[in-house]
C-alpha cells in the first residue's frame, strides 16, 4: 500500500493512457466475430429472454455481436468504465443498446444473483484471475445446464524455445496446453463441449494490425512520455514474438455446460 499522492497520480495516469490506448481499438484482445459465432454453433439455441454475462467485454465486440444474433438479453462487465462508454456508443451505433446492460465491475466479486445466466462469455480476459479460479467463482452464476464459453492463451507444443517459454512464464504462469485446460474444466464441475484453436486473422487482422496506426498517434500525442513510449514497445514486441512463434501459442475457445 503505497499512501505517496505523487505516486498515486503517476499511476492514476498510467491508467488513464492504456485505457486510451486501448479504447481506440475494437478490440483488446484477439478474436473474430466468426469465432465467436463459431463458439455460440456449440450451445444450445437460446430463449427469448435468456440472459448472457460477457466478463471482462471491453469495448464490446463480443458482446455487441451476441446481442445481435441471439434474442438473449447480455450483461457486459468491465473494471473500465471507458471501454463502457465506448461500447454503449457502438452498441447504440448498431441498433443493440437495449439488449445490452453495461456493468463496471470485477469478474473475480460478480454482483449478481446465483444461477442467473444461461451462458457466461469470456474472450481474452479470464487470464486476470486465473483461468481456473475464474471457472470455480463463475460456476454459482450459471443456470443448472447453462455453459461458458471462454478463449484463453495456450500452448500448442510440447517443446518451446527459451525466450517464448520465459515470455509467457512471466506473462501468465498459468498459461497450459489445451488437455491441462481441460482437465481443469472437468475439474471445475463442468462437461467439455469444444475446443477449437482461433486462426491468426484473429491476432494478426484483428488485434496486431489495428493497434499499428494506434501506436502512431498515441507516440505523436505523448512525444517524450515514458508510460507512453514503454506501452507501445512493450505492445510491438508482443506482436513481433506473436510473428516469431505462433506455431507454439494460441488462443483456444472452450465451450463447456454446467454439470453440477
Ligand atoms: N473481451 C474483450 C477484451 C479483452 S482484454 C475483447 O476480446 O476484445 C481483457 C479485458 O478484461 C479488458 O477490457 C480489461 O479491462 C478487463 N479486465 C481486467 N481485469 C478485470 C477484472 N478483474 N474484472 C473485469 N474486467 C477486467
Not at 505516486?7 to 466475430?33: A, K, T, V
Not at 472437468?186 to 487482422?205: E, H, K, M, N, S
Request: negative net charge; hydrophobic residues 40%.
Amino acid at each position: 500500500m503505497n499512501n505517496n499522492e505523487n505516486n498515486h497520480s503517476i499511476h492514476e495516469f498510467d491508467y488513464s493512457l492504456i485505457c486510451e490506448y486501448f479504447s481506440s481499438i475494437d478490440r483488446q484482445g484477439p478474436g473474430s466475430d466468426a469465432s465467436t459465432l463459431q463458439a455460440l454453433s456449440f450451445i444450445d439455441p437460446l430463449k427469448p429472454k435468456a440472459r448472457i454475462a460477457d466478463l471482462g467485454c471491453g469495448t464490446g465486440s463480443s458482446a455487441i455481436l451476441l446481442a445481435k444474433v441471439t434474442d438473449a438479453e447480455v450483461t457486459a462487465l468491465d473494471l473500465f468504465p471507458d471501454f463502457l462508454d465506448k461500447l454503449t456508443h457502438r452498441a447504440a451505433k448498431e441498433g443493440v443498446a437495449n439488449k445490452i446492460h453495461p456493468i463496471v465491475g470485477s469478474m473475480d466479486a460478480l454482483p449478481f444473483e446465483k444461477e442467473s445466466f444461461d451462458v457466461i462469455w469470456s474472450e481474452g480476459a479470464i487470464y486476470n484471475i486465473g483461468f481456473e479460479h475464474g471457472l470455480r467463482e463463475w460456476h454459482k452464476y450459471i443456470k443448472p445446464g447453462g455453459y461458458v464459453a471462454i478463449s484463453e492463451v495456450v500452448w500448442l507444443t510440447d517443446e518451446r524455445p527459451d525466450e517464448i517459454e520465459q515470455f509467457w512464464q512471466d506473462a501468465y504462469a498459468e498459461i497450459g496446453t489445451i488437455s491441462n485446460k481441460v482437465a481443469q474444466i472437468q475439474r471445475c464441475g463442468y462437461r467439455p463441449v469444444a475446443a477449437f484453436v482461433l486462426p491468426d486473422d484473429c491476432w494478426i487482422t484483428n488485434y496486431y494490425i489495428p493497434q499499428r496506426q494506434a501506436q502512431e498517434m498515441f507516440l505523436n500525442k505523448y512525444p517524450n512520455n515514458e508510460v507512453a513510449a514503454n506501452l507501445v514497445a512493450n505492445q510491438r514486441h508482443e506482436a513481433e514474438l506473436y510473428s516469431k512463434y505462433k506455431a507454439h501459442y494460441g488462443y483456444v475457445f472452450f465451450i463447456a455446460q454446467k454439470v453440477v
